[in-house]
């Protein structure tokens, strides 16, 4: 699928503004939903998640 030019300048600029942190913190939640998705299909059982209160 492609991205039309002004789509791609404006994910450029948003990348760009976005701070270390917040960057870091994106990329590790989009490897959580792929390891969770590979789990899944895989036939792993799941691991509980914990909420940001720190409980199960």
Same mark, same amino acid.
């Given at each position: ?16 503004? *976005?701070?270390? $942190?917040?960057?870091? %913190?994106?990329?590790? !939640?989009? *490897?959580?939903? $792929?390891?969770?998705? %590979?789990?899944?299909? !895989? ?14």
């Amino acid at each position: 699928m492609h991205q039309s030019r002004k789509e791609q300048g404006m994910e450029r600029i948003s990348r760009s503004l *976005l701070h270390p $942190d917040r960057r870091e %913190a994106k990329v590790f !939640a989009e *490897l959580e939903d $792929d390891i969770e998705a %590979a789990e899944e299909w !895989a036939g792993f059982p799941q691991q509980p998640r914990r909420d940001n209160s720190g409980l199960l």
